[in-house]
């Protein structure tokens, strides 16, 4: 897992610590970082306060909780980058590896495949590579002897390095497309929301 900048306490997430839990990092300005964390903040929120629901130690709760993973990334397959491809299909097989027990039928047939602009697809992998860095914490939730790989995987390309590629590309980038990136990240945020809702799990 990328080290994370600031530790939520027990119990306060399960979605995992993104953009609006960090502190910045080597000064942020006006970044497309800054703008993303505090456009998405409500629907940050909003799927944390509804997934913090499940208890990881209880075994149905946590299949929930990579169901609703394997569903949004699932719904999101079209909207990854290129650069993104190869660790999130790897994150997409190792939630199949610790689903293998799962009532396929309640959750494999029902996400609808999304897509994005290139812009966009930067919004998609900030929330998705964001929500990793609580897997630490989350992994310590989780009894022995339950499957982890999801939680335990760490992909090739580390949070910081994709936050440098992030400011990198989208620097000279207009408000207009700014939006889409934020778009990008709203949609994201959807369809974990649509994951969760699957299962009865929604915002009150």
């Not at 993104?84 to 494999?108: K, R, T």
């Not at 335990?152 to 497309?177: C, I």
Request: proline share 4%; aromatic share 8%; charged share 20%.
């Amino acid at each position: 897992m990328q080290a994370m900048t600031n530790h939520p306490p027990p119990g306060e997430t399960v979605l995992g610590t993104t953009q609006a839990g960090l502190h910045p990092e080597n000064g942020e300005g006006d970044s497309v970082r800054s703008l993303l964390r505090e456009a998405t903040r409500d629907e940050h929120r909003r799927i944390d306060q509804t997934i913090s629901r499940l208890q990881l130690a209880d075994r149905t709760s946590y299949r929930t909780f990579l169901a609703i993973h394997y569903m949004a990334l699932r719904a999101l397959s079209g909207c990854w980058r290129a650069a993104d491809e190869a660790d999130l299909s790897a994150l997409s097989l190792c939630l199949l590896d610790d689903l293998v027990d799962h009532p396929a039928d309640i959750w494999v047939g029902s996400a609808r495949r999304a897509e994005a602009n290139s812009l966009q697809r930067w919004g998609v992998a900030y929330v998705i590579r964001g929500s990793r860095l609580g897997g630490a914490i989350l992994r310590q939730r989780v009894p022995t002897g339950y499957p982890t790989s999801f939680l335990d995987f760490a992909p090739a390309l580390t949070w910081p390095v994709f936050l440098k590629q992030l400011e990198h590309e989208t620097r000279s980038t207009d408000s207009r497309a700014r939006s889409q990136i934020v778009e990008g990240a709203q949609q994201a945020f959807g369809a974990f929301a649509t994951a969760a809702a699957t299962f009865g799990l929604r915002h009150e």
